[in-house]
């Protein structure tokens, strides 16, 4: 893979930057800093701030207050061209008048970089398509495109590559394969990649961290793992993936674990795991970490059981099959079982009691919207 014409890449800063609209905030006071090298993530719903604040680093935009800073120098007032960054958009913006070959030299010649041609033709080889460069972008593929793009971008020595929903027009299985490239010229080249997509699974595969944003905020930051094991408000814990939730006040704390009450059941989280000990407490837990018997499984300080309950939907969703059961005056409870050979239980109404350690559980610093409801 030729890499040697690559700059290194840089750090990212934002200090408190804020973005107005007239009739709204895009994004609040934000303060963010991506290391140098780092495959970083923003994601969020649409509507959320994420473009906004991508097309702020880019230059499209200009924040109402606040400072971005591009290895530590105030890049705020600089036109987009004047700034060490490059974007890869959605649509991949490649000219069908063009060549790959030609779309790839066309920032170079724009800044008249001497050779063009040499350094575009590395750049195609980076990504694996030297041989398509006499070839027009209506005669490529999406994948082709996607790789296209992307070496245009690189092409231009940026410092910090974004990356504005750059998977969105391909199919499942293409966009998986390009995940994968896209971390592996990341991590090849050294550049700081800033992805923005609303796809949690995209996210949580390829970034090293990933930022959750709400209503112009990050709402919570961090190793992808980290993010999904141990959710801190109700917003992530139901963005990423999953939860069951439940809410009710704190009954009994000891040095280890708080429990809650929750409809009559006790509830019970450790410490480690809980951003609020006290007053009203949501308590939630992963479908993949739960399960079912046919059987009440019998009392233990180290896990929780609910029920029991009906089975009231089995859908099969490839790698488990996905359970809902209803508990009277509990509500519907999400369980995922692992297709590793028959299921405890696979009958629609079947009763069934639901269970899970302890030690799985975590607590929210907030409580969801409509505080009753079991997600």
Same mark, same amino acid.
């Given at each position: 893979?030729?890499?040697?014409f690559?700059?290194?890449g840089?750090?990212?800063? /934002? =200090?408190?930057?804020?973005k107005?609209?007239?009739?709204?905030?895009?994004?609040?006071? *934000? #303060? &963010? +800093?991506i290391?140098a090298?780092?495959?970083?993530?923003?994601?969020?719903?649409?509507g959320c701030?994420?473009?906004?604040?991508?097309?702020?680093?880019?230059?499209?935009?200009?924040?109402?207050?606040?400072?971005?800073?591009i290895g530590?120098?105030?890049?705020?007032?600089?036109?987009?061209?004047?700034?060490?960054?490059?974007?890869?958009?959605q649509?991949?913006?490649?000219?069908?008048?063009?060549t790959?070959?030609?779309?790839?030299?066309?920032?170079?010649?724009?800044?008249?970089?001497?050779?063009?041609?040499p350094?575009?033709?590395?750049?195609l080889e980076m990504?694996?398509?030297?041989?398509?460069?006499?070839?027009?972008?209506?005669?490529?593929?999406?994948?082709?495109?996607?790789?296209?793009?992307?070496?245009r971008a /690189? =092409?231009?020595r940026?410092?910090?590559l974004l990356?504005?929903?750059?998977?969105?027009? *391909? #199919? &499942? +299985?293409?966009?998986?394969q390009?995940?994968?490239?896209?971390?592996?010229?990341?991590?090849?080249v050294?550049?700081?990649?800033?992805?923005?997509?609303?796809?949690?699974?995209?996210?949580?595969d390829?970034?090293?961290?990933?930022?959750?944003?709400?209503?112009?905020?990050?709402?919570?930051?961090?190793?992808?793992e980290?993010?999904?094991?141990?959710?801190?408000t109700?917003?992530?814990?139901?963005?990423?993936?999953?939860?069951?939730l439940?809410?009710?006040?704190?009954?009994?704390?000891?040095?280890?674990?708080?429990s809650?009450?929750?409809?009559?059941?006790?509830?019970?989280?450790?410490n480690?795991?809980?951003?609020k000990?006290?007053g009203?407490?949501?308590i939630?837990?992963?479908?993949?970490?739960?399960?079912?018997?046919?059987?009440k499984?019998?009392?233990?300080?180290?896990?929780n059981?609910?029920?029991?309950?009906?089975?009231?939907?089995?859908?099969?969703?490839?790698?488990?099959?996905q359970y809902?059961?209803?508990?009277?005056?509990?509500?519907?409870?999400?369980?995922?079982?692992?297709n590793?050979?028959?299921s405890?239980?696979?009958?629609?109404?079947?009763?069934?009691?639901?269970s899970w350690?302890?030690?799985h559980?975590?607590?929210?610093?907030?409580?969801?919207?409509?505080?009753?409801?079991?997600?």
């Open positions: 893979m030729a890499t040697d690559v700059a290194r840089q750090d990212l800063e /934002l =200090v408190e930057v804020r107005e609209f007239p009739g709204f905030v895009a994004v609040e006071s *934000l #303060d &963010l +800093k290391p090298g780092e495959f970083f993530a923003l994601l969020g719903p649409s701030g994420k473009t906004t604040t991508l097309r702020m680093i880019a230059g499209l935009e200009t924040p109402t207050s606040g400072k971005v800073l530590g120098k105030d890049v705020t007032d600089q036109k987009p061209h004047e700034r060490p960054v490059n974007t890869v958009f649509n991949y913006a490649l000219f069908p008048h063009m790959v070959l030609e779309n790839v030299a066309f920032g170079l010649r724009q800044r008249k970089v001497d050779d063009p041609l350094k575009a033709t590395a750049a990504v694996e398509l030297n041989h398509l460069a006499s070839r027009r972008p209506q005669q490529l593929s999406g994948g082709q495109q996607q790789r296209v793009a992307l070496a /690189l =092409v231009n940026p410092a910090l990356l504005d929903e750059p998977l969105g027009a *391909l #199919d &499942l +299985k293409l966009r998986r390009m995940q994968l490239e896209l971390k592996d010229i990341q991590s090849e050294g550049l700081t990649f800033l992805h923005v997509t609303h796809d949690q699974e995209e996210a949580m390829m970034a090293d961290t990933v930022a959750v944003m709400n209503h112009g905020r990050i709402e919570q930051m961090g190793a992808p980290k993010l999904y094991d141990r959710p801190k109700a917003f992530v814990a139901k963005f990423l993936g999953q939860s069951n439940f809410v009710g006040e704190v009954t009994d704390k000891s040095s280890e674990t708080i809650i009450n929750f409809r009559g059941n006790k509830i019970t989280a450790p480690s795991r809980i951003e000990s006290s009203k407490v949501a939630g837990v992963r479908p993949e970490k739960t399960e079912f018997h046919e059987s499984p019998a009392a233990s300080s180290t896990q059981v609910l029920g029991p309950g009906k089975i009231t939907d089995i859908r099969f969703t490839g790698v488990s099959n809902q059961i209803e508990i009277p005056e509990i509500g519907e409870i999400t369980v995922f079982a692992q590793v050979g028959r405890p239980v696979v009958e629609l109404g079947a009763e069934v009691w639901v350690k302890v030690e559980s975590f607590g929210l610093a907030d409580l969801p919207t409509g505080e009753e409801d079991i997600e």
